[in-house]
């Protein structure tokens, strides 16, 4: 369903409920690269037409910024044409999953699925973005649904709501402190794993170019060089920073007449932070902590041993 879809063709009824649909997603751009990737998220969708094999529900792993979401919106479109993105916060409540109640002006009681309950409806695939922020609470109303009983229940609306053949559901998840931790129970349901890395060098200039299709080359060759030293130290800097980083020095470079190097130093000094920004110099090395030799722990350990009460 497109934002022109009519309002009409929005409305289902289950068990005398009426429900208003979401509408799908859009994303301007496509991943590129992580081919590896997409393989297996095709893998986990597929089913046998030999038998009643049903599609697995993956959790993508990887740090902020290197583009779970986007590599599963490219693959979820090969399955269908919409492709719901449902984005969980520590906030988000069982009735925010399935079925919203919303009063209207004439004090009636409407119901509105989410972007998850209507992919379930129509067939099309959903991404739960950030599934690690939610609570236990919310994820337990989904247990059935991961299962081979793929339905939910809404208490809200009192029906229950089986989903289609067709649909498909994945789970991304940054690799960084969560609010809460996800129940085993969840996480056996969430099969299998799927880990999005940082790109490799000609991935990342390949990024940098569809979504940059205007950028100066100059700017690019910086930022991608930049971003591939960040990647050697293992720094939390991802791709999603180097386009900022770009979008903002090419402004910078505009309005304030100054050369590409100085814009993308200024650029990345505000957008990853000084620290970090050091890494655009292909001289700069961190220090290296000094290793104790031998004699040099013999001694720390002894002259800071703990003693015993009394002592």
């Known amino acids: ?17 009426d429900l208003r649909l979401a509408l799908a997603d859009e994303m301007p751009i496509l991943a590129v ?9 095709r893998a986990c969708w597929l089913t046998s037409k030999r038998g009643n094999e049903l599609p697995l529900s993956p959790r993508i792993l990887g740090p902020p910024g290197v583009g779970k979401t986007t590599v599963a919106f490219t693959v979820a479109r090969e399955f269908t044409e919409e ?7 520590s906030d988000t409540r069982p009735e925010d999953l399935l079925i919203t109640p919303v009063i209207d002006s004439g004090q009636t009681i409407r119901y509105h699925a989410s972007a998850l309950t209507t992919a379930m409806i129509r067939g099309g ?3 739960l973005d950030e599934g690690n922020r939610m609570s236990e609470k919310s994820w337990a109303s989904l247990a ?3 299962d081979n009983r793929r339905y939910v229940e809404s208490i809200i609306a009192g029906i229950k709501i089986h989903a289609h053949p067709e649909f498909r559901v994945a789970v991304t998840m940054n690799e960084d402190s969560s609010t809460y931790e996800i129940p085993e129970y969840i996480l056996s349901r969430l099969q299998p794993q799927v880990r ?24 690019l060759t910086l930022v991608s060089e930049f971003l591939g030293r960040c990647h050697k130290y293992e720094l939390p800097v991802a791709s999603r920073d180097g386009i900022h980083i770009i979008r903002y020095a090419g402004r910078l470079v505009e309005k304030m007449a100054i050369s590409p190097p100085e814009a993308i130093t200024q650029a990345a000094e505000q957008i990853v932070g000084e620290e970090y920004a050091q890494y655009l110099d292909p001289t700069y090395e961190p220090e290296k902590t000094p290793e104790l030799s031998f004699a040099d ?3 720390f350990l002894t002259r800071f041993k703990p003693t015993g009460e009394g002592n």
């Open 297 to 299: 722990a013999e001694f």
């Open 1 to 17: 369903m497109s934002k022109n879809t009519p309002m009409k063709d929005r409305m289902v009824t289950i068990d005398g409920v």
């Open 144 to 146: 059935p649904l991961l």
């Open 125 to 127: 695939v959903c991404i």
């Open 33 to 41: 690269g992580s081919e590896l990737v997409k393989n297996q998220l």
């Open 196 to 219: 999005v890395a940082f790109p490799t060098a000609e991935e990342e200039r390949e990024i940098m170019t569809v979504n940059l299709p205007y950028a100066d080359e100059e700017l």
């Open 83 to 89: 492709v719901f993105i449902f984005q969980c916060t």
